[in-house]
């Protein structure tokens, strides 16, 4: 069975604090005089679910469009529950205990639980929200050369209610080693059990010039 993974991009959606989401204008109807519809999408490419590359925080690093097709494409994957509320961290030793199934997947998915603030309190979800600690990024970047993505069901790695967002970017996305993970931010996970996945697609908008890009996300489970 095929499940998305990602959220419908949404004009009354979500994006960091104070940044743009998605707007949707309708250009022409089915009529007597038009034959088609058509639509204009104004769409920011760091709302909604989302791929942060490299280039996104590290000055030379890659963006969405170098990255390798196997970035996008998974068939060894895990996704763990790691329960947080709000302003809480995701740390090393949360996902210790999974660290052996970790070395065998490239997609690790991480569900925190706070997904289900999305649709009942948007200062939470918006604000407030878990994040993966600076040292995670180090730990997962040393320990786990396989790992290309990590996923997680909130806002973004890094959490508007402290000053770590920088840090937390910078130590998964390779700005101090040549290792990087790329993140997948604000994805839907509330309806796939725990465990190995069959496979994994993440496909982004291959737009020309930007640093990172919404991606569908696909799960077989």
Not at 26 to 36: V, Y
Not at 121 to 132: K, R, T
Not at 153 to 170: I, Q, V
């Amino acid at each position: 069975m095929f499940q998305f993974l990602s959220h419908p991009l949404d004009p009354a959606g979500y994006a960091w604090p104070g940044e743009p989401v998605v707007k949707v204008e309708q250009c022409t109807e089915i009529s007597d005089t038009c034959p088609f519809a058509s639509f204009m999408t104004h769409l920011p490419n760091h709302c909604g679910t989302h791929m942060d590359a490299p280039r996104h925080f590290v000055p030379n690093g890659l963006n969405i469009n170098q990255l390798p097709i196997e970035y996008f494409c998974h068939k060894d994957v895990l996704l763990i529950d790691v329960p947080k509320e709000a302003e809480q961290p995701v740390m090393p030793e949360d996902l210790m205990p999974y660290a052996d199934q970790i070395k065998g997947v490239t997609a690790l998915l991480v569900r925190t639980g706070f997904e289900k603030y999305r649709d009942t309190d948007q200062d939470a979800y918006q604000n407030h929200g878990p994040y993966m600690a600076p040292e995670l990024g180090k730990w997962l970047c040393a320990n786990f050369p396989n790992l290309l993505v990590i996923g997680m069901d909130f806002l973004a790695l890094g959490s508007p209610c402290n000053d770590l967002p920088p840090e937390c970017h910078r130590n998964m996305l390779g700005y101090y080693t040549e290792k990087f993970v790329t993140a997948i931010e604000d994805m839907h996970l509330s309806d796939i059990p725990a465990g190995r996945l069959k496979q994994f697609f993440n496909a982004p908008l291959r737009v020309l010039g930007v640093d990172s890009s919404q991606v569908v996300c696909i799960a077989e489970v």
